[in-house]
């Protein structure tokens, strides 16, 4: 019995360690780049490398199920996936790329620009609009792009009936 069954898992094993083998380099380097970690020197992505091992994981344990969809879509989703559960946990960035974006606008913008995801995919993944992805992402551009960093967000003050006072 265990001879039948050695065959078939062999298999998925092999499958499996070819597609890491190809696809590792640019997954970790998506993993690094929403956790907001400096990359070098080696080793100094630890939490990338966590999110990256626990996505892997979880695509092996599919493995068999995936029915001819592509392994790496299911694992950038599942990457993506876990960063936005665990953001809440706001690790203060330590020299990465993206230090100045939030949690959220760092995921868009990765998954938009870097993976080439399409708006409406991205949207459907993160249960947002797709004008909210795009008002992320264009806010993510622009903060990237302003060499003065980051502009505080101005808070609008709210007005009501009795804060107009009368009328002269």
């Known amino acids: 019995m265990r001879e039948r069954q050695a065959g078939p898992q062999r298999r998925r094993a092999q499958e499996f360690e070819a597609f890491v083998a190809g ?23 630890d939490r990338a490398l966590r999110l ?31 960063f936005a559960r665990e953001a809440w946990r706001h690790h203060r960035p330590r020299g990465g790329l993206l230090d100045p974006l939030a949690p ?17 995919q991205t949207a459907a993944l993160l249960g947002l609009p797709v004008d909210r992805v795009r008002a992320i992402c264009n806010r993510s551009v622009a903060t990237m792009g302003d060499p003065r960093g980051p502009t505080p967000r101005r808070r609008t003050r709210r007005w009501t009936v009795g804060s107009l006072g009368a009328a002269p």
Request: proline share 6%; hydrophobic share 35%.
């Open 104 to 120: 959220k606008e760092r995921l868009v913008l990765v998954l938009r620009l870097y993976e080439g995801v399409a708006e409406e």
């Open 23 to 45: 696809a590792a380099g640019r997954l970790l380097h998506t993993a690094t780049l929403l956790t907001a970690e400096p990359s070098q020197p080696p080793g100094s992505n």
């Open 52 to 82: 990256l091992t626990a996505a892997l994981a979880r695509t092996y344990a599919d493995w068999d199920r995936l029915h001819g969809e592509d392994p790496y879509n299911r694992t950038r989703q599942e990457l993506a996936s876990r």
